[in-house]
């Protein structure tokens, strides 16, 4: 954890109020403002220029949505501890969040006191997720992206070993990926998954 002295925050927001909110939650407390965006590529952009020991990340950016900025993040080797932050609970957003790599989640109608305890808390290497979310459905996990195109393309007419071809990998992978697309449909077949990923926009 760093020095008690400073910690560095790094501010993704694009409601100019809501970041006026969090430098007055951060008054009086070891925590400062690194650095302000407004948009998740400004995000991305300024993450490499500023020296900063937390990312306080909007859920509801105006290019993306905060869990998939992390996710990005993530796969660009950023290790930085993630808080997602939402005007009010969402259902499923703590699951979507830690599938993301995040490790926190808070409401912004919350406490001051408890935004400063929940970045705390994660820079000591805690996860804590708001109990204001309701827990997502059983069947309603969200598909990796390669779980969403090994379905996509058998959805498309594609047999396996076909899917396999066009994706670089093995039958076997693709029997893999579609084994957990189904569950986290809820589906007990092909069929089945297909019609409730036409359902959801997903294929």
Known sequence: MPSAEEIAVLVIEDDSIVRSWVRL???DSEMRVAGEARSAKEAEELVVRRRCDVLLVDQHLPDRLGTELVRSLRKQGVVLPAVLMTASA????????????????V???????RLIEVIREVLSGNGIFDVAHPRRPDGQATLAPR??????????G??????AAQLGISDETVKTLLERAYVKLGAHRRAEAVLEARRRGLV
């Open 25 to 27: 939650c951060f008054r």
């Open 90 to 105: 969402e259902q499923g957003l703590n699951e979507t969040a830690r599938e993301a790599g995040a490790q926190a989640s």
């Open 107 to 113: 409401v912004k109608s919350s406490d001051p006191v």
């Open 147 to 156: 779980e969403q195109q090994a379905l996509a393309l058998v959805a498309a």
């Open 158 to 163: 594609k047999t396996n070993r076909e899917a």
